[in-house]
């Protein structure tokens, strides 16, 4: 027999379901060239079961593979990873490379990074590293990929403390690792990278911050470069134009011009207050969602801030959660301020007996909890320490579980199209780190899926994205400028109402286990708010705007007009001008408050007993009929429109 005939075969899956057989030990680029030789030399990397990996990785029996070109979505990424190589490369040309050492480099979202520790720049220093960022990629320098052994690799990193530190959880599953190498300098790391510096778009360097090692704060605060790369200045561009445009609706900025919250360092990190105006939209939210839970049939309860560890011990998130609790001893006693609302709920259910005639049970609670967030990673309302869910719990039958979850789905649908949001949506399957049997996992992620595929709703599977306890459909939706956001989630749940042995007494008279479902239709209303201010830019509709008439005297003189046109509109939340200004600036003043409408009187509409009416868009419409624009409000208003459009006709 041959030593061909007696290699073995593994086979692995292709995008379009087909198998293709390669020799065990096959890479990635391996089993591009048995597909065609076109695609095996136009091969950056590939995709093992979603994974992004190194086109030098070896494929594995069963795999999923995925072939990475130039024209793959992934290819940015990949080139994003080789310009992060390039930025650590210049920083150790132009400063003191002894002294300067490499943390880590990867790809984002929207670009990349490259941590330092050692290293003092400023923001006007990136110019020059730029500068040598080009002249690295305009050497062309071949990326080459080596394997080494772990001594070795020991040995080049001898002055490199981060690197060997990631060199021990490499060493831990591996006997080799790699490095890449480009011109004069090289790099611990996994890849995959471009074939040369050469191929890298435009690459520009955006911001320094700092950061801690590994996340941890405990750990040394070391200096970030961040920056995007694109295949063409065009692209740039248009990333450079949507940045601005990010950074002008950034809801920190427009959060302190209309007094909305404030986060002091005074009152802690990631704990916002809410100033009157920015409570008002909560409140307005909060209308809206209970008036929804109400039409449902849900019951509201109430649970406290804090509970003994035993409950969280019990419900799995102690095991699970424990890192993103904050705990503390009172006497004897453990306790841990609450992380999620579930236990609360499922404990408020196991107080009493029930029977399949009452379920579904419908709890619902906007419940403030909180979660150990680095503090690195707090940012405005986007990432807190103290945050409220507009949460709900259903304790319902098996049978029951396709009409609830539709229903859930029917009111997020509802509270999305209110805001005019396009959105996505994902079934997140089991996790890692997770509780319950494999039996319990499959049951529910298929009851989802079933749900999904039964209403003909286009979805993603994102594969270990569920819950610890269960698996969930997520809607994402997009902002007015195209950004994506984690929004409302309805979560299936078997394993909690085992941990809490919830029962109730079925038509057979026997004890029977009910499922529950966690949801939330907006997510949580720090993040949503946050979202609201960005994708309205402050502008927010009218039924959610802080202020929504502003009435403008012309002078003191018409200042008693003013106040009883205010009164004909008392059931809006109205405001009368009465500084001591010219109009111009209290025009000026009521359009930078984003203020939906201004009434405007003077001498003319105090004697025709009517008003003039403009609008944060600048339009003017005179003597209008009071009942007339109030009745408008009103229509708008309850109509929930995103937009006034009283004076567009």
Known sequence: MSESDSQERIAVVLPDGSELEVDAGATVEDCAYEIGPGLGSDTVAGKLDGELVAKEEPVYDGAELEIVTDGSEEYLRVMRHSASHCLAQAVERLYDDEEVKLAIGPPTDEGFYYDFDNLEIDEEDLAELEREIEEIVAADYEIEREDVSIEEAEQRLADEPYKLELLEEFADENDRVSFYKQGEWEDLCAGPHLDSTGEIGVVKLLEIAGAYWRGD?????????????????????????????????????????????????????????????????????????????????????????????????????????????????????????????????????????????????????????????????????????????????????????????EEIMDMITEVLETFDLEYEMALATRPEKSVGSDEIWDRAENQLEEVLEGRAHEYEIEEGDGAFYGPKIDFAFEDAIGRSWDGPTVQLDFNMPERFDLDYVGEDNEQHQPVMIHRALYGSYERFFMMLIEHFEGRFPLWLAPEQVRVLPISDDNLGYAHRVANEFEEFRVEVDQRDSTLERKIRAAHDDRVPYQIIVGDDEEDDGTISVRDRFEDQEYDVEIDEFREHLEDERDEQRTEPDFLQG
Not at 381 to 395: E, K, Q, Y
């Open 217 to 405: 704060e405990e750990n040394e605060m070391q200096t970030r470069i961040y920056g995007t790369a694109f295949e063409d200045e065009s692209d740039l561009e248009e990333f450079i134009e949507r940045k601005e445009e990010a950074e002008k609706r950034d809801h920190r900025r427009i959060g302190s011009e209309m007094n909305l919250f404030s986060i002091q360092d005074v009152t802690g990190p990631g704990l916002p207050l809410y100033h009157p105006a920015g409570k008002t939209v909560l409140k307005e939210l909060e209308d809206f969602v209970e008036d929804l839970n109400q039409d449902a049939g849900y019951d509201y309860v109430e649970t406290p801030h804090v509970f003994k560890t035993d409950l969280w011990h019990r419900s799995g998130h102690y095991e699970n959660y424990a890192d993103d609790m904050f705990i503390f001893d009172v006497g004897d006693d453990e306790f841990g301020l609450k992380p999620m609302n579930c236990p609360g709920h499922a404990a408020i259910f196991q107080d009493q007996s029930w029977s399949y005639r009452d379920l579904p049970i419908r709890y619902a609670e906007n419940g403030k909890v909180y979660r150990k967030e680095q503090r690195g990673e707090l940012s405005g309302l986007s990432r807190v320490w103290a945050f409220t869910i507009d949460d709900g719990h259903l304790f319902i039958r098996p049978d029951q579980i396709r009409g609830e979850v």
